[in-house]
């Protein structure tokens, strides 16, 4: 993956960004950086990218967005493995007391899938740049 870190002045534009997360090898969530931000895509387990997301937030890196937020998170918020495989065996009703020892296995067992056959791909930017600015740019291309 091309590291737009190391590029100087040169500002990459949302072409360039999403040229990088379509030619990238997906790797494991786990794999995700852990000291940059950018702009990244989720791939399912069939090996298509179905997200384009970015860390917007300077508290937040690749590792926590990715790995942290997406595959183990909220299934209500924009987490979006935990919602997306949120079906048959591993579906729950969060914060039902009826079904919480059912519910904490299905999620479990989702966090296992999801580490197991989903990926991710990212571009790491420079932390000055106006990275949810690229992000909108680089989702409005995809969408063509």
């Known amino acids: 993956m091309m590291n737009f870190l190391s590029r100087g002045s040169d500002t990459p534009d949302a072409k360039e960004i999403l040229e990088q997360l379509l030619e ?3 790797q ?26 970015s ?12 790995h942290q937020r997406h595959r183990t998170g909220s299934e209500t918020t924009s987490h979006y493995f935990s919602r997306m495989y949120k079906t048959g065996r591993m579906w729950r009703q969060r914060n039902d007391p009826a079904t919480k020892a059912d519910g904490d296995i299905a999620k479990k067992l989702r966090n296992e899938f999801v580490a197991e056959y989903c990926k ?7 932390d000055a740049l106006d990275i949810a600015r690229l992000e909108q740019e680089v989702i409005a291309l995809a969408d063509q």
């Open 24 to 26: 990238a090898t997906p």
């Open 28 to 53: 494991p969530t786990a794999m995700a950086p852990r000291d940059c931000r950018g702009i990244y895509g989720l791939v399912d387990h069939f090996g298509d990218l179905r997200y384009i997301g």
């Open 55 to 66: 860390t917007t937030s300077e508290s937040e890196t690749f590792y926590k967005r990715i």
């Open 120 to 126: 991710a791909v990212w571009v790491p930017l420079a």
